[in-house]
T-cell receptor, first 113, second 110 residues
């Protein structure tokens, strides 16, 4: 019940295209869903996060779509750029002190120029 | 503002040697602290987490150990390294729901 399944494992997109990464969770108690971006040799950095009281959150070119009934959430990167090439991790948790994040396995995104 | 430090940035150690990686957090008090390992091209494996001084929870049985001697200090140790201990070690701290990662330590065991 603690799993977060992420797909695809890798994704290649042309510059200017839309990148879409999907995640599904099992634990209905999860109430916090962040996405992290990791460049090679660096620690993951928080990109954007959503809580289940909204179905969508947008920050610049990055949008999280959240479907509570389907227990799924996705990251959309609009107008993808070569600088977006990185590994993306979704995660989920209960937003309480002491609880920990459950991470997806990651998606390696390559944006071709 | 909060800052998380890890050192060393890179480390090459022979099999059977000891290990000590250090993580410190600035600008917050009593944070939840975490150690992760990331193998090349793989996901994040939670190794240990701590909710307070001296309180350590182990997620994966292995030859690594963790300690939290001070509120904002988290140490990862091993008495004898194995080849399989190679990887990218990440420390993280958590503020409510948001988790922040350090820059990581690249460990190569030869």
């Amino acid at each position: 019940q603690q799993q977060v399944k992420q797909s695809p494992q890798s994704l290649i997109v042309q510059k200017g295209g839309i990148s879409i990464i999907n995640c599904a969770y099992e634990n209905t108690a999860f109430d916090y869903f962040p996405w992290y971006q990791q460049f090679p040799g660096k620690g993951p950095a928080l990109l954007i996060a959503i809580r289940p009281d909204v179905s969508e959150k947008k920050e610049g070119r990055f949008t999280i779509s959240f479907n509570k009934s389907a227990k799924q959430f996705s990251l959309h990167i609009m107008d993808s750029q070569p600088g977006d090439s990185a590994t993306y991790f979704c995660a989920a948790s209960k937003e309480t002190s002491g609880s920990r994040l459950t991470f997806g396995e990651g998606t390696q995104l390559t944006v071709n120029p | 503002s909060q800052t998380i430090h890890q050192w060393p940035a890179t480390l090459v150690q022979p099999v059977g040697s000891p290990l000590s990686l250090e993580c410190t957090v600035e600008g917050t008090s009593n944070p939840n602290l975490y150690w992760y390992r990331q193998a090349a091209g793989r996901g994040l494996q939670l190794l240990f987490y701590s909710v307070g001084i001296g309180q350590i929870s182990s997620e994966v049985p292995q030859n690594l150990s963790a300690s939290r001697p001070q509120d904002r200090q988290f140490i990862l140790s091993s008495k004898k390294l194995l080849l399989s201990d190679s990887g990218f070690y990440l420390c993280a701290w958590r503020d409510r729901g948001t988790q922040y990662f350090g820059p990581g330590t690249r460990l190569t065991v030869l």
